[in-house]
Structure formats: C-alpha cells, structure tokens
C-alpha cells in the first residue's frame, strides 16, 4: 500500500519505515522526506487502518515534540 503523508526530514522518514517494520505482519517498510510512505504487508497478521492508525499515531507524537520557532527579529 502506499500513502502521501506530511513528512518534513529524511531522518524522520527513515524513524516512520523503521517503527512501521517493527509492527506485526510488516514485511517491508519505505518513506521517504517526500511524504511517500509504502507499507509490504501481510493482511492475515496487520490491516490497512491498523497501519494508517499507527501513522497518524507517529504524526501526532510528532507535532507534540516539535520545538515552537521563533524567529529572530529585526
């Protein structure tokens, strides 16, 4: 399956398709800092909504780590 996801850092990617392969019934796992996110899988131990479940899971856990930027003015 493949999924378009808001991925910003390639490091990230590779921290997506590292945990995405540690989940039952992945066989393989790819993202990259493009947003393209492609989860082998095999469905009688894993289902597409339990892997997007978990993608938006990393998501939020994300965007709760995220530091706020604050730019320098002047």
């Known amino acids: 399956?493949?999924?378009q996801f808001d991925i910003s850092h390639q490091r990230r990617a590779r921290t997506i398709a590292r945990k995405l392969g540690m989940l039952p019934?992945?066989?393989?796992?790819?993202?990259?800092a493009s947003g393209t996110v492609r989860v082998?899988?095999?469905r009688s131990l894993a289902s597409e909504d339990v892997l997007r479940r978990e993608l938006d899971r990393m998501a939020a856990a994300a965007k709760e780590?995220?530091?706020a930027?604050?730019?320098a003015k002047g």
């Open 1 to 3: 399956i493949v999924w």
């Open 40 to 42: 082998e899988f095999d």
């Open 69 to 71: 930027h604050e730019h």
């Open 25 to 32: 019934g992945v066989l393989e796992a790819e993202a990259s």
């Open 65 to 67: 780590r995220a530091p």
